[in-house]
């Protein structure tokens, strides 16, 4: 079992900068991939970003290449994305999701644990 929880969602300006936090515990937590998602009202969910925990090799979804980055500190257990330049089509609640076998998918039916979410809202 593993447990996730997001923190760090607020109200930013467009252009803004804006750290989630993604605290991870549980047995094996060292054990699972994180994978970063958003989704916004009436939307289906959106990959981010993804992460190896043990590795620290990251690869992101093109609209968010270039601007965001996930990164780790294992003293915490925690995973961050940072997210620069924001646009308002970046307003979504965000989660971070773990994955057994550290396939890199995309798709959020390969994860088997979730967080509760942060909201980011993004300003005009």
């Known amino acids: 079992q593993v447990q996730l929880v997001e923190s760090g969602g607020g109200l930013v300006q467009a252009g803004g900068s804006l750290r989630l936090s993604c605290a991870v515990s549980g047995r094996a937590y060292s054990s699972y991939a994180v994978g970063w998602f958003r989704q916004a009202p009436g939307k289906q969910r959106e990959f981010v970003g993804h992460i190896d925990w043990t590795g620290g090799s990251t690869y992101y979804a093109a609209s968010v290449q270039g601007r965001f980055t996930i990164s780790r500190d294992n003293i915490k257990n925690t995973v961050y994305l940072q997210m620069n330049d924001l646009k308002l089509e970046d307003t979504a609640v965000y989660y971070c999701?773990?994955?057994?076998?550290?396939?890199?998918?995309?798709?959020?039916?390969?994860?088997?644990?979730w967080g509760q979410g942060t909201r980011v809202t993004v300003s005009s």
């Open positions: 999701a773990a994955e057994l076998y550290n396939s890199g998918s995309r798709l959020p039916g390969d994860y088997n644990f």
